[in-house]
């Protein structure tokens, strides 16, 4: 009889112990935000660029750009200045990024039919980053939204906030 005890003893510390791992490793990696660095903000905006010009999802945010089909068919004008100039946000051909500075010298006609995304970076601290996004292509429309990135065990996670539609 108290072989059975110690063996279901066992059992039930062993089921204990593996509920409790579960449970850190799922904390550990939704909960705590870590510290954010410059590269952060480059895979920041590389995701953005994935999420709306390339239809690739937004890691932590469920939906898809609304208006995919339309930016899926045209060239991608990028301005975002935060970053250094010359980096690469994107190895897609359609996607094209431009200076603040390039695009004012240019005027719109330049890039008559093409779709244009600005990103700035509307706040920063260590532990998390807040994007200002606006995606117009054209008389068709176009969105706005504040997209906030921290951090987890997992990788950069979004958080999505809607701002305006045209």
Not at 81 to 96: M, V, Y
Not at 123 to 134: A, C, L, N, W
Not at 136 to 157: E, V, W
Request: with cysteine; charged share 30%; net charge positive.
């Amino acid at each position: 009889m108290w072989k059975e005890d110690l063996h279901l003893r066992r059992w039930t510390l062993r089921l204990l112990l593996v509920f409790g791992l579960c449970f850190v490793a799922r904390f550990l990696a939704v909960y705590p935000s870590y510290q954010m660095r410059q590269e952060d903000d480059v895979e920041a905006v590389k995701l953005i660029v994935a999420w709306i010009a390339e239809h690739k999802p937004l890691p932590g945010y469920r939906e898809e750009y609304p208006d995919w089909e339309i930016v899926g068919s045209r060239r991608v004008i990028v301005i975002c200045d935060f970053l250094p100039p010359g980096l690469a946000i994107s190895q897609n051909s359609r996607i094209e990024r431009v200076t603040e500075a390039e695009y004012q010298a240019h005027g719109r006609d330049i890039y008559r039919g093409r779709d244009f995304l600005r990103i700035k970076q509307k706040e920063s601290s260590d532990k998390k980053r807040i994007f200002e996004v606006s995606n117009i292509f054209g008389s068709l429309g176009g969105h706005g939204y504040d997209i906030a990135f921290q951090k987890k065990l997992s990788g950069l996670r979004a958080d999505v906030k809607f701002l305006w539609i045209m």
